[in-house]
């Protein structure tokens, strides 16, 4: 069994994303306009059974109501029993009511951790300020509270602010933390990729950080496994496959590439010997699934 660590789904009809259905935007992964409909698991299942993946985690996406979100995402992991679905729900760390927030997400059996993203792309964070989240105590506070509820915390960032995140979690050393796509090394060409490996090396060395090999498309509509292959070679020496973990980024990174294309990429370039770390054992550990 292959376990698919981030994908998204989506009901229009129950839940709103802003971001989504924002009409003629090109955002920074592509043109949206053919995702602008129901996601739903049936139709992810179908890609994703015919690859072996049987069972996933579902990651917030950007809900105008993350409550409404995480409890839909639960409703769909109880409707259907025979694909083991859990879920990484958003929660404002820096709020006055987190722990109140938290004790909410906590009734839903799906829950696993939190993810409140810092950094998407280097135009979109200067309109957002989530840069901003690393400077506020409040933040540090919030991640500590995770680990101390057995909570994870996905971390979604650029590479310029990799150093300074780092400095952060190692204050928090009980959670747990699952790179998002492997650090969003953007700039592609030899010297970006340099930076962006010498800045990973911050969070590889803390052992609580883990990486997702994931959203390689992203930032290169034309990707392929030739051209990220110094991704996952950096991430895979850094980290070691018991801390890897392949995910799809679906529906986002079908704006650049087939469900199949995502797996046999990530599988032709993972030697055979971690493929079963990389693609079951570490997010079935990281999980608990």
Not at 176 to 182: E, K, M
Request: aromatic letters at 10%; glycine letters at 6%.
């Amino acid at each position: 069994m292959r376990i698919d660590a981030h994908h998204h789904l989506w009901d229009l009809s129950a839940v709103n994303y802003p971001w989504l259905m924002e009409k003629g935007v090109i955002r920074f992964f592509g043109d949206p306009s053919s995702i602008q409909r129901d996601y739903l698991l049936p139709e992810f299942r179908v890609d994703a059974e015919a690859q072996g993946v049987a069972a996933s985690v579902h990651i917030q996406v950007g809900a105008v109501d993350p409550w409404a979100e995480a409890q839909w995402v639960q409703s769909i992991a109880e409707q259907f029993q025979d694909w083991p679905l859990v879920q990484v729900a958003y929660c404002d760390l820096t709020a006055d009511d987190s722990e109140e927030q938290l004790d909410r997400l906590q009734t839903l059996s799906s829950v696993r951790g939190v993810r409140q993203i810092i950094g998407r792309a280097p135009g979109e964070d200067a309109k957002t300020g989530t840069n901003a989240l690393l400077h506020n105590p409040k933040f540090l506070s919030g991640l500590r509270q995770l680990g101390s509820r057995g909570l994870s915390f996905d971390l979604q960032l650029l590479p310029e602010l990799m150093d300074q995140t780092a400095d952060v979690l190692a204050n928090a050393p009980d959670t747990q933390v699952a790179l998002c796509h492997a650090g969003s090394p953007y700039d592609r060409t030899s010297s970006g990729l340099l930076k962006w490996a010498e800045a990973l090396k911050s969070l590889s060395d803390l052992p609580q950080v883990y990486c997702k090999l994931s959203g390689l498309g992203m930032f290169d509509q034309n990707w392929n496994a030739k051209s990220v292959s110094p991704i996952f070679s950096t991430c895979l020496s850094q980290f070691g496959a018991d801390r890897c973990m392949f995910g799809s980024n679906f529906p986002v990174d079908s704006l650049s590439s087939t469900y199949e294309e995502v797996v046999s990429r990530h599988f032709e370039l993972t030697p055979s010997s971690l493929q079963d770390d990389v693609f079951r054992k570490t997010s079935k550990r990281f999980y608990r699934i």
